[in-house]
Each structure stands twice: as C-alpha cells, then as structure tokens.
C-alpha cells in the first residue's frame, strides 16, 4: 500500500524548467518530513532538498535559489520546481519518506523508483 512515486522528469535545455512531483500513498505526507534526493552517473546520491512536515525548507548549496519545494497536503503530493536548469542538474531523482517530522539527515525508510532530469543542449 504504501508508495512514493515520483513523475515530471524528461530532457530540457540548459536555463529551462521541470516541475517534479512526488504522490504518495499508504501514508500521509502531512505527517512525515519529504525530501529529494538525486544520483548522477559514476556519482553517490546526495540531498538535493527537503521539507518538513510543518512546512519548513532546506537547500543543497547548489540549488539554492533554482530550486523550490513544497507541499500540498490536499493532494498528498510534495513538488520540486527546478529552474535555470543546468547540465549539472542531470540526474536520477528520488523522493523518499522521512522516518520524522524533520528533516534529520540519513533518516528516510521509503523511497520511489525515481525519475529521470537531463540537461543538454
């Protein structure tokens, strides 16, 4: 029952746009803290952003100010606009749940099957 499933991913030009979405399911994302997370070819994954579930925002140093998340409880769906895109953005991106409210490092148990951004001219 319970899933994360993210979509929005594809290819754009560098300085474009995605919108990235992360449904879940079996649980409410209300309660739990969400993050993205993204793994480039020959590279580990890293944190890319997360929020918590009261809302509250956090950054890797090389999106800040591109990239924007946020949730909407309604919908059990928590977004990720990426914007001025860059080929450095090309990646593999997961959405995972957090085993809490905040957003404590290494501590998320679910994570989706992720979707594919790529960046090129």
């Known amino acids: 029952q319970l899933q994360l499933v993210e979509s929005g991913g594809g290819l754009v030009q560098p300085g474009g746009s995605l919108r990235l979405s992360c449904a879940a399911s079996g649980f409410s994302s209300r309660v739990h803290a969400i993050g993205w997370f993204r793994q480039a070819p020959g590279k580990t994954r890293e944190g890319v952003s997360c929020?918590?579930?009261?809302?509250?925002?956090v950054y890797e140093d090389s999106v800040k100010g591109r990239f924007t998340i946020s949730r909407d409880n309604a919908k059990n769906t928590v977004y990720l606009q990426m914007n001025s895109l860059k080929p450095s953005d090309t990646a593999v991106y997961y959405c995972?749940?957090?085993?809490?409210?905040?957003?404590?490092?290494?501590?998320?148990?679910?994570w989706g099957q992720g979707t594919q951004v790529t960046v090129s001219s």
């Open positions: 995972a749940r957090g085993r809490y409210s905040l957003c404590y490092e290494r501590e998320y148990d679910y």
């Open positions: 929020i918590t579930s009261g809302g509250i925002t």
